[in-house]
């Protein structure tokens, strides 16, 4: 191995001595860190609040993995913030002695407050998720469950009932008991418990009906993730139900043009007169199902014969609309009909089903158009549609007429080709009967 | 002298015209139990003018490249007269060609027809089967539809398989790494000017040989006929065998009208280079046999990738059965009988796992 001097470093004698001390120093404090790392990591990672309560059975029992993938534990926030103690020992007197703060298990009733010492905390939270809001306890205040549990209704939900205690998620983790995908099994497990919640006056069908509805296949079925759940229409922290004024403005939120169209109708006026709320009275609420031409117009089933008899003009505009649906959808099915048929038989008619879907489109902006209950934008949207099916169609019968033409020249030629092998048979037998060949 | 004595003489004086007439004239054909295979050669010929004639015409319309060649062909199906009837008799066309080339082989396989003195007659016949195969891929790319375009990502991909050449080879064919409108450019030259070159110059020698041989009799037959001279018996090629071969040319030229009336070749959608594939996604039914047996092969087969041990199956067993002519024996023997029979396996083999494939989800 080459010395120093060897490979042109020298020292004079006062640098190689301070150059040693300094390789001293360095390996000393090396060493050190060897040492005492693992004693500072066991300090970082000791935990005996959990290292007893695992071992513990349940209402005791905390879960070592819902614990380490929690949303709380991963930021920072372990047991001793919210419960106190002394986290570091193992001697039970120390770690949950008032000496070091323990707090222990929480009152239902102090939950939303404590909660908010940290979440109502805008400069707290702004280290965390600057995003993230901090009005939840202000508007937990305003809902029915702040409200009766300020009444001290302790049944009512807190904030543990939704998010959970000790396996918090972040509401976008599909694991979170309020990702969307979970809301309405999270608010169930009381709202449709008839035993639970016996005494508040309140329907407990409303999850069943959810499930049942387009806005649940939506969300589940077809995922997606903005379709409506509980906390949509109710609030999530401020959870109340709309009242009858403010119905037609939460679904006003997804469906715009159906709300304003409803606005500038006779509809409005007559609904608020009634003291009926919009869009549920016809449409339902939690059981909201795939509506159909048979919910407009006079037939027994229709929406609009709840309100309309036989003589008023509601009752004829009904039957009206319905009519104009009924031959729109009628001649869109002609069409595709035909050029099915045509499809099978091998024609090709894909600009013309190109063209349908505009016919399509015309029935659905005529399905919204109805909630204006004006009968005239109702059929001038359908006469747009008819006239592309009519087009449609004439392509269709054109396609089909192509296909009985093609077949026609088809068997005029097998007719010839017959005659001509019948010709060419004939020929053969005559040259071999001649020859003997 | 009348004009068309005339003419004759005036060919005649020129290229030997009288002598050639001679030659047609005096050509026969063996008349036996097998006869009926003899005119898949000629079927094949056929369909393959039929293939020019109907490609030429699709020339007139056709546009190679990514945003006009579905569209191209759209226009043929939908508004050209008669460019529905001439597209749909051009696919299917192709289709049948194939279908009876392969028979064609498989018929001169079983009647031992490769034996000596027709080697060659075999090799370049092969060679025009592998060319024929490689028409069938590259214009199945050309309506650049979504299968056509996948199909081709699948069957290049597998030539990538080879050892060593495998992917300059796939680079070749496909113009760069993926499945582009280069790959479409380049197939189209290989399926309008490279392949009809190469097979025009093969079918000018497979015809010339085919002529030079005389037409191969059946060992059976020919034993027979050793045994009883008086059995032998023959027909005239022209104008009987040939009024006989233009019958099957009518009744195919028939079939594939039929075919077009009643079920035109489809369009589909057009690609799109960035979906992808569409779920069952298989090659056309003349590959479908490899395609299979490349899917039912294990990842691994010992230290070797299925995939690679399939490929090099294939082309291992392609060659030999190439050099088939090299391998058999003359005279029937023990060898002549599992050539025989390694034929039935293959048939088998080929038709089962075409089936297969079809019926596999």
């Known amino acids: ?437 | 002298m009348g004009a068309a004595a005339s003419m004759r003489h005036w060919l005649d004086e020129r290229f030997g015209w009288n002598q050639l007439m001679a030659f047609v004239e005096h050509k026969t054909v063996p008349r036996h139990r097998f006869s009926y295979f003899y005119f898949l050669g000629g079927m094949t010929l056929f369909l393959f003018g039929l293939q020019v004639a109907t490609g030429i015409l699709l020339l007139l319309y056709y546009r190679p490249s990514p945003n006009e060649a579905f569209e191209s062909v759209q226009y043929i199906m939908t508004q050209v007269r008669f460019g529905w009837l001439i597209r749909s008799i051009h696919s299917w066309g192709a289709n049948v060609m194939i279908l009876t080339a392969i028979a064609h082989m498989f018929s001169v396989f079983f009647l031992k027809s490769y034996r000596k003195p027709r080697e060659l007659t075999w090799l370049s016949g092969m060679i025009l089967l592998f060319l024929v195969l490689g028409f069938g891929f590259s214009g199945y790319l050309l309506p650049w539809n979504t299968l056509s375009v996948f199909a081709t990502k699948v069957g290049t991909d597998i030539a990538g398989q080879v050892p060593v050449i495998g992917h300059w080879t796939l680079i070749f064919l496909r113009g760069g790494e993926d499945v582009t409108g280069a790959t479409l450019t380049r197939f189209f030259g290989f399926h309008v000017a490279v392949l009809p070159g190469l097979v025009t110059l093969l079918i000018g020698l497979h015809l010339l040989l085919v002529q030079r041989f005389g037409m191969s009799v059946p060992p059976s037959v020919e034993a027979d006929w050793r045994a009883n001279p008086a059995r032998v018996q023959e027909m005239r090629f022209f104008p009987n065998f040939f009024l006989r071969e233009l019958m099957a040319w009518y009744i195919a030229l028939a079939i594939l009208g039929a075919l077009a009336a009643f079920k035109p070749w489809e369009l589909g959608a057009k690609a799109d280079l960035f979906a992808s594939a569409p779920p069952g996604i298989r090659p056309e039914w003349y590959f479908m046999f490899m395609f299979q047996t490349l899917k039912l092969l294990p990842a691994k087969i010992g230290p070797v990738a299925g995939d690679l041990l399939g490929v090099l199956g294939f082309g291992i067993a392609g060659a030999v059965w190439t050099l088939l002519p090299f391998l058999d024996h003359e005279k029937p023997g023990r060898r002549s009988r599992w050539i025989a029979g390694a034929g039935v396996f293959a048939l088998a083999y080929f038709v089962g796992m075409t089936l297969v494939g079809y019926a596999a989800k």
Do not use: W
């Open chain 1, 1 to 437: 191995m080459a010395t120093l001097d060897q490979v042109g470093i020298h020292l004079n004698s006062a640098e190689s001595r301070s150059g040693r001390l300094l390789g001293l120093r360095m390996v000393l404090a090396f060493f050190s860190m060897l040492l005492l790392a693992p004693l500072s990591l066991a300090q970082q990672t000791k935990n005996s609040c959990l290292d007893c309560h695992s071992q513990l059975d349940p209402p005791l029992h905390a879960s070592p993995d819902e614990y380490n993938a929690s949303i709380h534990t991963q930021k920072g926030v372990t047991c001793v913030t919210c419960h106190g103690g002394d986290a570091t020992s193992d001697d039970v007197d120390k770690s949950m002695g008032a000496a070091a703060g323990f707090k222990g298990h929480l009152d239902r009733k102090q939950i939303p407050g404590f909660c908010a010492k940290c979440h109502s905390d805008a400069s707290y939270i702004r280290g965390f998720n600057p995003s993230l809001r901090t009005d939840q306890y202000a508007q937990y205040l305003t809902s029915v469950h702040g409200k009766l549990l300020a009444k001290g209704d302790t049944k009512v939900a807190v904030c543990i009932d939704c998010h959970g205690v000790h396996d918090i998620q972040a509401p976008n983790d599909p694991r979170a008991r309020v990702y969307p995908l979970n809301v309405a099994q999270t608010c169930s497990t009381c709202h449709a418990n008839a035993e639970y919640m016996k005494g508040y006056k309140i329907p407990t069908d409303e999850f069943a009906l959810y499930n049942s509805s387009v806005h649940h296949a939506a969300l589940v079925d077809q995922g997606d993730l903005s379709a409506p759940t509980c906390v949509t229409c109710h609030g999530s922290h401020g959870a109340a139900p709309p009242g009858v004024a403010s119905v037609e403005n939460v679904c006003s939120t997804c469906h715009v043009f159906q709300a304003q169209l409803f606005d500038s109708g006779p509809h409005k006026d007559a609904f608020t007169s009634l003291g009926v709320p919009g869009c549920i009275t016809c449409h339902s609420n939690h059981g909201i199902q795939h509506p159909s031409d048979t919910f407009i117009g006079t037939a027994e089933g229709s929406v609009c014969v709840k309100c309309h008899s036989a003589g008023e003009p509601g009752f004829d505009a009904a039957a009206k609309m319905h009519e104009s649906l009924a031959r729109l959808d009628s001649a869109i099915g002609r069409s595709d009909a035909i050029l099915n048929r045509a499809e099978l038989s091998g024609m090709e008619v894909g600009e013309a089903k190109l063209a349908q879907s505009e016919a399509r489109d015309d029935l659905i902006k005529a399905r919204v158009s109805i909630h204006g209950v004006q009968t005239a934008k109702v059929d001038q949207d359908v006469q747009a549609g008819l006239a592309v099916a009519q087009k449609t169609y004439q392509a269709g019968l054109a396609a089909m007429a192509e296909r009985s033409y093609r077949r026609t020249g088809l068997f005029i030629s097998l007719g010839i080709t017959l005659i001509v092998l019948a010709g060419l048979a004939l020929l053969i037998r005559k040259l071999e009967s001649g020859s003997g060949n």
